[in-house]
Antibody, heavy 118, light 112 residues
Framework: QVQLQESGPGLVKPSETLSLTCSVS????????WSWMRQPPGKGLEWIGY???????NYNPSLKSRVTISLDTSKNQFSLKLSSVTAADTAVYYC????????????WGQGTLVTVSS | QSVLTQPPSVSGAPGQRVTISCTGSSSNIGASYDVHWYQQLPGTAPKLLIY???NRPSGVPDRFSGSKSGTSASLAITGLQAEDEADYYC????????????FGGGTKLTVL
């Protein structure tokens, strides 16, 4: 059974860079599309972007200028960096696996809350 | 403002049938991209409920069904149970701006 687990700081200062890692177990990261989503408190889901095992990426147009998603196949992990954060970036961040660019997310991490505050 | 539009809330009594709509446009649902549905219980990660418009993953009860027509999709839940009370999200793909994944704003289902 594939399992995903997010890790990273729970508190980030405004203007700094948010960094999270998703560790994948029970399956290889060398296939499928690996995504990040987020959910501000009390609000809906927002797709941040994905990375394909080949290294190609696609990002949400509204976040594209601040987002970088990378892959570390040796550790079976992928990572998210979101720069110049503000309070509006406070959210639960989820990593997930999709079967294709337009496909469904069949495996999700439990989510990690990141708060942006000084 | 979400690209896919869902009603903020729906409700129904135990045993009843409810539907949740998901309205898109010609660049997403209307462009023949599939619609997927997720159930999110309080404090938990979303769980895949329907994929590819009308397919249920293993373990999802057949009380849940999905459909798609034109620029809209629907999730139907029959025989409503207390444990169905949750938030429901639709998801698709939009071909604008080089293509990207889009979610609906979510619908809160209350079991009366």
């Amino acid at each position: 059974q594939v399992q995903l687990q997010e890790s990273g700081p729970g508190l980030v200062k405004p203007s700094e860079t948010l960094s999270l890692t998703c560790s994948v177990s029970g399956g290889s990261i060398s296939t499928y599309y690996w995504s990040w989503m987020r959910q501000p408190p009390g609000k809906g889901l927002e797709w941040i972007g994905y990375i394909f095992y080949s290294g190609s990426t696609n990002y949400n147009p509204s976040l594209k200028s601040r987002v970088t998603i990378s892959l570390d196949t040796s550790k079976n992990q992928f990572s998210l960096k979101l720069s110049s954060v503000t309070a509006a970036d406070t959210a639960v961040y989820y990593c997930a696996r999709a079967v294709s660019t337009s496909g469904w997310f069949n495996y999700w991490g439990q989510g990690t809350l990141v708060t942006v505050s000084s | 403002q979400s690209v896919l539009t869902q009603p903020p809330s729906v409700s129904g009594a135990p045993g009843q049938r409810v539907t949740i709509s998901c309205t898109g446009s010609s660049s997403n649902i209307g462009a023949s991209y599939d619609v997927h549905w997720y159930q999110q219980l309080p404090g938990t990660a979303p769980k895949l409920l329907i994929y590819g418009n009308d397919n249920r993953p293993s373990g999802v009860p057949d009380r849940f069904s999905g459909s798609k027509s034109g620029t809209s999709a629907s999730l139907a839940i029959t025989g409503l149970q207390a444990e169905d009370e949750a938030d429901y999200y639709c998801q698709s793909y939009d071909s604008s701006l080089s293509g990207h994944v889009v979610f609906g704003g979510g619908t809160k289902l209350t079991v009366l």
